[in-house]
């Protein structure tokens, strides 16, 4: 059963305009949130977090929004670049941490 | 830089034969996981490890079993591969963030195909 769930498989972007990734979970004790972004044959990088305690959380052009109420998080991409083409996992841990939930991923291409 | 390599990097090999894949960490960081990641299903955990000889499974633990006889080092072991067992598979660790949370930083993969 999947607990974190990436319904957009791709997503393809001008240059400059912004990308929104979406992502849904359905564990509500799930209480930290992150994003990690992934280039072909390298591992998953860190990108952002979010924690429950906030609905939002900038670090430059990546923003995430995070919805309790509606379990659902979002990442903003402003303004998005060709590098930013790659696959994005969200994912999602409670308490102790011990496991991390990953959704399916996105893959967003941005378009020159 | 999570100080995480892996290896091998590639590795081709015949259904039923025994494959071992190391990951190794500088960071002497407690917990560390195994994943695949297969299109459509993102990462799957496999099996993690808690400390030394203290290991757990993960939702795909089926025809994998692993061992930590050193903090450095996650052995996955795949007792007789089968072609469902070709993917891609990465090696993590976990790392405590300043507010008390937790995130996971993964090692570059190996890339298994089993024939």
């Known amino acids: 059963d999947q607990q974190v769930k990436q319904n957009s498989p791709s997503l393809s972007v001008q240059e400059g305009r912004i990308s929104i990734l979406n992502c849904d979970y359905t564990?509500?004790?799930?209480?930290?949130f992150l994003w990690y972004k992934k280039y072909p044959a390298e591992g998953p990088t860190f990108l952002i977090s979010i924690s429950s305690i906030k609905d939002k959380n900038e670090d430059g052009r990546f923003t995430v929004f995070l919805n309790k109420s509606a379990k659902h998080l979002s990442l903003h991409i402003v303004p998005s670049q060709p590098g930013d083409s790659a696959v994005y996992f969200c994912?999602?841990?409670?308490?102790?941490?011990?496991?991390?939930?990953f959704g399916t991923g996105t893959s967003l291409t941005v378009i020159p | 830089d999570a100080g995480i390599t892996q290896s091998p990097r590639h590795k081709v090999t015949e259904t039923g034969t025994p494959v071992t894949l190391r990951c190794h960490q500088t960071?002497?960081?407690?917990?560390m996981y195994w994943y695949r990641q297969d299109p459509g299903h993102g990462l799957r955990l496999i099996h993690y490890?808690?400390?030394?000889?203290?290991?757990d499974k993960g939702e795909v633990s089926d025809g994998y079993s692993v061992s930590r006889s050193k903090t450095e080092d996650f052995l996955l072991t795949l007792e007789s591969a089968t072609s469902s067992q070709t993917s891609v598979y990465f090696c993590?660790?976990?790392?405590?963030?300043?507010?008390?949370?937790?995130?996971?930083?993964f090692g570059p993969g190996t890339r298994l195909t089993v024939t």
């Open positions: 960071e002497n960081h407690r917990y």
């Open positions: 994912a999602a841990s409670r308490g102790t941490g011990n496991q991390f939930y």
């Open positions: 490890s808690y400390g030394v000889k203290d290991t």
């Open positions: 993590a660790i976990r790392d405590r963030t300043s507010g008390g949370y937790y995130e996971q930083y």
């Open positions: 564990n509500s004790m799930f209480d930290y």
